[in-house]
């Protein structure tokens, strides 16, 4: 289910969030629980028996390893803490990579006029990324002794079924929210802030993200059905950078907000990424449980930057092809990651990765910003060769405007374009979502009003008129 | 404080909760789209385990909650009003306004490369109107030109390059239906009302405004009897409102006054029941068939043509008007521009193979292309690999300058075995020299019955290789050649 869903908004969050302030505080995890795997039901079915188990042996080795270390068996706790992660990364592999590489081998076998292995053809489970990511979390926090296991199975499942966050994060973890899964109290403060943060990522998602959407869309399929000309292009990729970080962003503040009002502090996922003066700053801000996960649990573990400059090159490097892969099983995804990984290795060696004292600020948010929208084409490509004949329209000229990318900007997508432009150029470090919360003053005062008042409705019918599409005579 | 900090809270959850509680308080929103309303799956186990059930909660719940309809309206008026962009992206706004159906450009890519050979899209409109002749029917084969083409004065810049292609390939099929027997071309007149300031289309719609309907409904009526429009007394009625339907794609209501188009008698003699046919899209419905909105004054096709029967395009290639084509002695052909493409590749195949049924031409010889014995002027068998590929000579020379149609009779079909689909012979085409011939036979089942190849005038009947797969022992006679000259053609049996 998704959050900008017809059923999501008018039933199924509803339709919870009566469930959950009505319910006795000793019912009310169990109604979440149940909310959690009706929302994972409604897009995977066969499913959500496999995640339930996967986290009930979760629970079960997390409460093993407890024990083995108390017991000083550190060997065997060790081998439980593997086993949990190579379960979690065994099931990440096989539904994420295994098509991708038996392709490969696939590809190379042919490529040795051998006979490959059949390609496997495996439906992904939508969040897998996610949550498999928050277990494993559980499992070496557990380990390391940063977080007691839970001996209530109910609190894992729960954990790693909490619908606001269970398909698209912010990556939790467990020490986090541990105190709000026991008893989640959606206090009056806090329902008021999820209600003005839900209206904010709402607001971003559809009348910003999918207002620009079909401008970039339309940039993408022209390249992969010959070339966009060179203004097309890049209006296709400024499109695009901004359709990710509003609907991404959007999705997160949602989660956020939809969290506070059912008595959850979810972490926040972003802080205006494109203020960045830097790569390194970039990632500080972009997508920040992800960041901060590959930090505490690959990074750091790998050795971080302890070891000389050439191994915290490689660690970094090592972390970023790794993010790419994370983000999808393509070579695409890993040139992407290992794209901003090299530019951290070129900010490091040239000293411009610190924040205290630097100058020409505008100029450096601009040439970050740049390198960021030129990662996006990576990333947003169906293919590496689509990626490479959109790069050649950037760079090439070629005058005048693909007709496509003409008729996808609306005067409304022109103007979402350039609203989005000018919230993301403006001066100022703090999150939107959370100033929109927590700022006092008349100003503040007003934003909310409006956000409310007059922005979430304008939203609510957006999505709910999205998906009409009629046919003009259906019998023809 | 406590309620006022709730405030927020509260008010998202009215929002979020109004359209269900509405619906639980019996609201039911009415049918918005011109579809059923998504069906309601079936909640057992057993369904709770597939994704389709799921896709049907889904489209079931957007269907029914109550408020959807003025959520469209309120986003069709800001995108209109306010940004002047059109909420569906199938919808163009013109100026003043106007509003134009986007897809009638469908027939060309966006580079400007017809999807369709023109000329192909014409020999299928010609063939089919000179099939009809032959067959000795009076016969009304017209495309209504599309709103964008006719009324271009107030079109948006919708994909010039493919516009400007699909104008082009629109008016080769209207010049070709022009000199073709049986033909109409009403581009010429319309064009004439349209530079005389008087459009003849709805702004909100994309169908004719009464002038565009009286224009076809007088054309049509007389090329079924001469004068039948006026002793019919033809003309516009009273004004009625019109919800256009470009409007309604949008989600938006727009309404516009527009007389209805009116007869006043029933002329003296009219035809016998079941001897006209009327087949169409949407234009021809609303012309003649729709329902005039003035009460107590009936569609025109009810006052002028009573029992006469009519079907539209599916019915056609469906099969179900098999029947009243065979029986009519009059048929009226309305095709869309936009559908220029399915009338090449689905439509005309069908009314020229039952309308050719009983005619008969010149007997021919076969000659196989594919290195098997040549039955010369006999009879040529299905091989035992079920496939023979063969080209028609005809007695009368490879080439004409007028159409032809090549008949190929099926003289015995041996019976499946039990159980099986029944019997049939297909033919693919492989032509030599250019396109595929339009309109062809694409299979038939029938013993006795024939497989119908069209050769546009100037082709060579040679070029036009075909493969037929049947069951080994197929026999087919040989094969004749029907010139489409514009004269009733030989009939068998007859002289």
């Given amino acids: ?476 | 404080m406590r309620r006022l900090r709730l405030l927020p809270a509260i008010w998202l959850f009215a929002l979020l909760a109004l359209p269900t509680t509405l619906w639980l308080l019996g609201v039911r929103q009415p049918n918005l789209q011109n579809t059923p309303k998504a069906a309601l799956p079936a909640i057992n186990r057993g369904s709770l385990m597939h994704g389709q059930t799921f896709t049907q909660l889904d489209g079931a719940l957007l269907d029914r909650l109550p408020l959807r309809g003025q959520a469209l309206s309120l986003h069709g008026d800001i995108a209109i009003d306010l940004f002047h962009d059109s909420p569906n992206p199938q919808v163009a706004i013109g100026h003043h306004g106007w509003l134009y159906y986007v897809p009638e450009t469908a027939t060309c890519q966006p580079n400007g490369t017809p999807l369709v050979d023109p000329a192909t899209a014409a020999d299928s409109a010609d063939v089919l109107a000179r099939t009809l002749v032959a067959s000795g029917r009076n016969t009304t084969v017209v495309f209504a030109g599309s709103k964008l083409f006719t009324h271009p004065s107030d079109a948006p810049s919708i994909a010039p390059t493919a516009a400007r292609c699909a104008s082009e390939l629109n008016s080769v099929v209207q010049e070709r239906l022009r000199n073709t027997p049986g033909g109409l071309d009403l581009a010429p007149e319309l064009g004439r009302l349209e530079q005389e300031g008087k459009p003849v289309f709805l702004r909100n719609d994309s169908h004719w405004n009464w002038r565009g309907r009286q224009v076809f409904s007088r054309r049509v009526l007389d090329r079924i009897r001469p004068q039948m429009a006026e002793e019919s007394g033809l003309g516009p009625g009273a004004e009625v409102n019109r919800d256009g339907d470009l409007a309604m794609l949008m989600g938006v209501a727009r309404r516009e006054r527009d007389p209805a188009l009116v007869a006043k008698r029933t002329p003296a003699a009219p035809p016998r029941a079941g001897s006209v046919l009327l087949i169409g899209d949407s234009q021809l419905e609303r012309s003649l068939l729709d329902p005039t909105g003035v009460p107590g004054v009936l569609p025109i096709r009810d006052v002028v043509l009573p029992g006469q029967p009519s079907c539209n395009w599916t019915q056609v290639v469906a099969g179900a008007c098999d029947d009243a084509i065979r029986q009519a002695h009059t048929i009226v052909v309305e095709s869309v521009a936009r559908e220029i493409i399915g009338f090449s590749e689905s439509r005309c195949w069908r009314p020229i193979s039952l309308a050719a049924e009983p005619l008969r031409g010149t007997p021919g010889r076969w000659e196989r292309v594919d290195g098997g014995p040549q039955p010369g002027r006999a009879a040529l068998t299905i091989p035992a690999s079920g496939a023979v590929t063969v080209r028609v000579r005809p007695a009368n020379g490879d080439g004409s300058s007028v159409p032809r149609l090549l008949r190929l009779p099926i003289a015995t079909l041996p019976p499946a075995p039990a159980g099986a689909p029944p019997s049939a012979v297909v033919m693919t085409q492989a032509p030599q020299d250019g396109p595929a011939a339009p309109c062809a036979t694409p299979a038939q089942g029938a013993v006795h019955g024939a497989l119908f190849l069209p050769v546009p005038a100037e082709r060579r009947a040679s070029d036009l290789v075909v493969t037929l797969q049947g069951p080994p022992g197929t026999r087919l006679s040989p094969p004749q050649t029907i010139a489409l000259d514009g004269r009733p053609a030989p009939r068998v049996g007859g002289s």
């Fill in chain 1, 1 to 476: 289910m998704v959050f900008s869903s017809t059923t999501f908004l008018f039933a199924f969050l509803p339709a919870v969030l009566l469930a959950t302030w009505l319910s006795p505080l000793r019912l009310r995890r169990f109604v979440l629980l149940f909310a959690g795997i009706a929302f994972y039901a409604w897009g995977v079915q066969e499913f959500v028996l496999l995640v339930l188990g996967s986290t009930l042996l979760d629970w079960a080795l997390a409460l093993g390893i407890k024990h083995a270390r108390d017991a000083r068996q550190t060997g065997l706790a060790r081998l439980l803490l593997v086993a949990g992660i190579v379960q979690n990364v065994g099931l990440l592999g096989y539904y994420k990579y295994a098509g991708f590489l038996t392709h490969q081998l696939d590809r190379l076998a042919s490529a040795l006029g051998e006979h490959g292995p059949s390609v496997l053809s495996v439906a992904l489970p939508i969040g897998i990324s996610f949550f498999t990511f928050e277990k494993i979390s559980y499992l070496v926090d557990v380990w390391r002794g940063d977080v007691e296991p839970r001996r209530d199975p109910i609190d894992v499942l729960l954990f790693v079924s909490l619908f606001p966050r269970s398909i698209a994060g912010p990556i939790v973890r467990l020490r986090e929210i541990q105190n709000d899964l026991r008893e989640p109290r959606p206090r009056p403060e806090l329902a008021r802030a999820g209600a003005i943060r839900f209206a904010h990522g709402l607001a971003k998602k559809v009348l910003i993200a999918d207002q620009v959407a079909p401008v970039a869309d339309a940039a993408f399929a022209a390249a992969a059905a010959g070339g966009p000309t060179t203004a097309a292009a890049w209006i296709g990729a400024l499109a695009y950078s901004m359709q990710i970080y509003f609907d991404f962003s959007g999705y997160s503040d949602m989660a956020i907000g939809i969290g506070m009002m059912l008595g959850f502090r979810l972490p926040e996922n972003f802080n205006r990424p494109y203020s960045s003066i830097s790569i390194t700053d970039f990632w500080r801000r972009w997508h920040m449980t992800l960041s901060r996960w590959f930090r505490d649990y690959v990074y750091i573990p790998l050795g971080g930057n302890r070891g000389g400059e050439g191994a915290t090159y490689r660690n970094l490097l090592i972390v970023f092809v790794l993010t790419g892969f994370w983000h999808g099983a393509a070579w695409s995804f890993v040139l992407w990651g290992l794209y901003h990984g090299m530019w951290m290795l070129i900010e490091r060696r040239m000293g411009w990765r610190g924040l205290d004292g630097v100058r020409f600020v505008p100029l450096r948010r601009a040439g970050a910003f740049l390198i960021v929208l030129i990662g996006w084409v990576l990333f947003r490509a169906d293919t590496l060769h689509h990626a490479c004949d959109y790069y050649r329209a950037m760079v090439e000229p070629h005058g005048g405007m693909t007709a496509a990318v003409s008729g996808a900007l609306t005067h409304q997508a022109i103007a979402a374009l350039a609203i989005a432009c000018v919230i993301v150029l403006l001066p100022g470090t703090r999150n939107g979502g959370r100033w929109l919360v927590d700022a006092a003053g008349r100003i503040p005062s007003a934003a909310r009003f409006a956000s409310l008042g007059l922005v979430l409705p304008l939203a609510l019918v957006y999505a709910f008129s999205s998906t009409f599409s009629p046919f003009l005579y259906f019998r023809f």
